[in-house]
Nanobody, 133 residues
């Protein structure tokens, strides 16, 4: 059984930084990602990593500010978030996609270009990030 546990987040000042962690157990797949959802808004795929190749994807809204990384030895995924803005305020969810076997499908799934995340993903419980100006 795949279990994902997020940590990190909290309240941050505009322009500040924080790091989210996602500890995965029972998961040996390559596709992992972060999604977020703000109140009243649709869920958004933020970043993805395909650990077999190291290929990554970032939403345009976070490109250049967020970095996704994976520590394979510890089976922990990170999301380093820099230059945070109030519009980054959201609940952030870690996701693992064991049925995804290619980096193209992994990236497209997170980018909203193919497949249903709810159909493919295991989800963490979420961690809140609040950016205040």
């Amino acid at each position: 059984q795949v279990q994902l546990v997020e940590s990190g987040g909290g309240s941050v000042q505009d322009g500040g930084s924080t790091r989210l962690s996602c500890a995965a157990s029972g998961y040996t797949g390559a596709c992992m990602s972060w999604f977020r959802q703000a109140p009243g808004k649709e869920r958004e795929g933020v970043a993805a990593i395909y650990t077999d190749s190291g290929r990554t994807y970032y939403a345009d809204s976070v490109k250049g500010r967020f970095t996704i990384a994976q520590d394979n030895a510890k089976n922990i995924m990170y999301l380093q978030m820099n230059s945070l803005k109030p519009e980054d305020t959201a609940m952030y969810y870690c996701a693992a996609s064991p049925r995804v076997k290619s980096s193209n499908i992994c990236m497209n799934l997170v980018a909203g270009k193919g497949g249903s995340p709810d159909e493919y993903n295991y989800w963490g419980q979420g961690t809140q990030v609040t950016v205040s100006s």
